[in-house]
């Protein structure tokens, strides 16, 4: 059975602080993974990793897939109240069509 | 751009009731998808097309239904609404990920909805 696993489920911290979100996966078929960042609405597309090793970077927003391992990290440097969000982690486990499967996420509340 | 448009943004129903939520995009996506999320359950697929006229169950199907009878349209059904069926509705498009294109989704603003 195709899964996602997301950790911490939430995390607090004060501004300036850097953060890691972890998400493990287990899928048949896996081509990619996608991050993305949900805060009152919609979720907004961060990230798309496709080959291990190689970070994907934007703004203080950074991530990594390691294909090996099945797990791929969010970090974010110099916290802002702004990035008091969930974040979710979804590999794209293709097979006939092509789907995403979504974590639960991990919910970032970052104190002033 | 206008993206991916949901409606209604709010609806409150009663046990039985039925009615249909409307996804509309622009962005000449060949994939639509539509998720319901729960405290504590993250993201999961009720229903996907691949195209125009194509449907196809995802993860929690039962008591839903759906039609994509233009490209730019998916719409959500609920026949006969139950409380379990409260929940906050997304709808998303996609280029297909067999064209080479970017894969990810992209999200309407979502439907509050709540069956009592």
């Known amino acids: 059975e195709d899964k996602v696993v997301q950790s911490p489920l939430s995390l607090v911290v004060h501004e300036g602080d850097t953060v890691t979100l972890n998400c493990s996966y287990e899928?048949?078929?896996?081509?990619?993974l996608l991050w993305y960042k949900q805060e009152k609405k919609a979720p907004t597309f961060l990230f798309m990793l496709?080959?291990?090793?190689i970070e994907k970077k934007s703004g203080r927003l950074s991530s990594i897939l390691d294909k090996k391992e099945l797990f791929s990290i969010l970090n974010i440097t110099a916290t802002q109240t702004g990035d008091s969000a969930v974040y979710l982690c979804?590999?794209?486990?293709?097979?006939?069509?092509?789907?995403?499967?979504f974590g639960k996420g991990t919910k970032l509340s970052v104190k002033p | 751009n206008a993206g991916v448009t949901q409606t209604p943004k709010f609806r409150v129903l009663k046990t039985g009731q039925s009615m249909t939520l409307l996804c509309a995009q622009d962005?000449?996506?060949?994939?639509m998808y539509w998720y319901r999320q729960d405290p504590g359950m993250g993201l999961r697929l009720i229903h996907y097309?691949?195209?125009?006229?194509?449907?196809a169950k995802g993860e929690v199907p039962d008591g839903y239904n759906v039609s994509r009878l233009k490209k730019q349209n998916f719409l959500l059904g609920l026949e006969s609404a139950a409380p379990s069926q409260t929940s906050v509705y997304f709808c998303?498009?996609?280029?297909?990920?067999?064209?080479?294109?970017?894969?990810?989704?992209?999200f309407g603003s979502g439907t509050q909805l709540s069956v009592l």
């Open positions: 998303a498009s996609s280029y297909s990920p067999y064209r080479g294109k970017d894969e990810k989704l992209f």
């Open positions: 899928v048949t078929n896996f081509r990619s």
């Open positions: 962005m000449n996506h060949e994939y």
């Open positions: 979804a590999p794209n486990y293709g097979g006939s069509q092509g789907n995403l499967i």
């Open positions: 496709t080959s291990s090793g």
């Open positions: 097309s691949v195209g125009e006229g194509t449907t």
